[in-house]
């Protein structure tokens, strides 16, 4: 099961790539759909058959995956929060995309130097 986690850090980046397999699936059914009534079922039948594969082995994907324990972490660049699974020992933060490290301790830490000195000048 640690093979799976590998593409997800965090419960929203889940939702986000999964969101785009259950849009393809869904278009290449309608596509499908619409050859079979055109006369072309020898070509959209099968492919209605393979997209609804795939969209129910990608819900059986997901229901596995939202087993997984997460934990709300807050980044340390903007302070968003974070449903990042326990098994990470790193994340890119779901807003700011910058990479966020995890203490041995399990509080977020920032993976790049944040520069405080800077000064804004009008």
Same mark, same amino acid.
């Given at each position: $099961? +640690? =093979?799976?986690? @590998?593409?997800?850090?965090?419960?929203?980046?889940?939702?986000?790539?999964?969101?785009?397999?259950?849009? #393809?699936? &869904? =278009?290449?059914?309608?596509? &499908?759909?619409?050859?079979?009534? +055109?006369?072309?079922?020898?070509? &959209?039948?099968?492919? $209605? !058959?393979?997209?609804?594969?795939? !969209?129910?082995?990608? $819900?059986? *994907?997901?229901? $596995?995956?939202?087993?997984?324990?997460?934990?709300?972490?807050?980044?340390? #660049? %903007? +302070?968003?929060?974070?449903?990042? *699974?326990? =098994?990470?020992?790193?994340?890119? %933060?779901?807003? %700011?995309?910058?990479?966020?490290?995890?203490?041995?301790?399990?509080?977020? !830490?920032?993976?790049?130097? @944040?520069?405080?000195? +800077?000064? #804004?000048?009008?």
């Amino acid at each position: $099961m +640690a =093979s799976r986690r @590998i593409e997800f850090a965090t419960v929203r980046e889940l939702e986000r790539k999964t969101f785009r397999i259950f849009g #393809y699936g &869904g =278009s290449a059914f309608g596509a &499908g759909l619409i050859l079979t009534v +055109a006369g072309l079922a020898i070509v &959209g039948a099968p492919l $209605m !058959v393979a997209s609804g594969l795939i !969209v129910v082995g990608a $819900m059986i *994907y997901v229901s $596995m995956l939202g087993r997984e324990p997460s934990r709300a972490l807050f980044c340390p #660049y %903007c +302070a968003s929060k974070n449903d990042v *699974y326990v =098994s990470r020992r790193k994340f890119s %933060c779901d807003i %700011c995309r910058r990479p966020v490290l995890i203490s041995d301790s399990g509080e977020p !830490v920032p993976a790049e130097h @944040i520069d405080t000195t +800077a000064r #804004y000048s009008p």
